[in-house]
């Protein structure tokens, strides 16, 4: 079975660029996370979907980000423009439900410059 | 708000010991637990999954145990391999809005 897949696996941008990452979940899962991870830090939280609605995104910069996940699938989490302090791991992951075992993916690691 | 804290930071031992890795939160409100691995420059690897109302939870050389009453659980890793090496993260679920808060981990070494 496919776990969950992200791309791109890098990113190196310039400060004020748009980026955009992809997440396909594991098949069936209808909750869907994106967490951001700083270095030497634990994720957090940005925004968590059940099916393609968004239930939490308290912790979505929503100046700078967005996310989108169409029909309940995969999704796409968004940065425009990109700031220095962008610069983390993006991770995804998805589980059955909102109470079951959440599986990430390998994440995307953006770099600002 | 829940707060997640790993004790040590860091851990070093030679190859074979057995070893505790702590993880305490401050919400005892929790739905289930969880324990990941994460090596460097990779994502994140379920390790147990441990519910509310369960005391403890075991996987081959893993054991997860949870106290909720008291905030805490513990990761006990029998005869330490140098392949265990990793960071290992717990994060707690809130019967409220379900969403995982995690500790920042501990960084283990496992020396030959």
């Known amino acids: 079975e496919a776990g969950v897949v992200q791309s791109p696996r890098y990113k190196i941008i310039e400060k004020k660029q748009p980026v955009a990452f992809w997440c396909n979940p594991i098949s069936g899962h209808n909750t869907l996370y994106w967490y951001l991870q700083n270095l030497g830090q634990g994720p957090e939280l940005l925004i968590r979907y059940e099916n393609e609605e968004a239930v939490d995104d308290s912790q979505l910069p929503k100046d700078r980000f967005s996310a989108e996940r169409l029909k309940g699938v995969d999704s796409t989490l968004k940065i425009q423009p990109a700031e220095l302090g962008d610069s983390a791991v993006y991770l995804c992951?998805?589980?059955?439900?909102?109470?079951?075992?959440?599986?990430f993916g390998q994440g995307t690691r953006l770099t600002v410059v | 708000k829940q707060e997640v804290t790993q004790i040590p930071a860091a851990l070093s031992v030679p190859e074979g010991e057995n070893l505790v890795l702590n993880c305490s939160f401050t919400?005892?409100?929790?739905?289930?637990l969880q324990w990941f691995r994460q090596d460097p420059g990779k994502g994140l690897t379920s390790l147990l999954l441990i519910q509310s109302s369960q005391r403890e939870q075991t996987s081959g050389r893993l054991n997860a145990s949870l106290d909720k009453s008291s905030g805490r659980s513990t990761l006990y890793i029998a005869a330490s391999q140098p392949g265990d090496s990793a960071t290992y993260l717990c994060?707690?679920?809130?019967?409220?809005?379900?969403?995982?808060?995690f500790g920042t981990g501990t960084r283990l070494l496992v020396s030959p």
């Open positions: 994060a707690v679920r809130g019967n409220d809005f379900q969403k995982l808060v």
């Open positions: 919400d005892s409100a929790i739905y289930n």
């Open positions: 992951a998805s589980s059955l439900d909102r109470y079951t075992e959440a599986f």
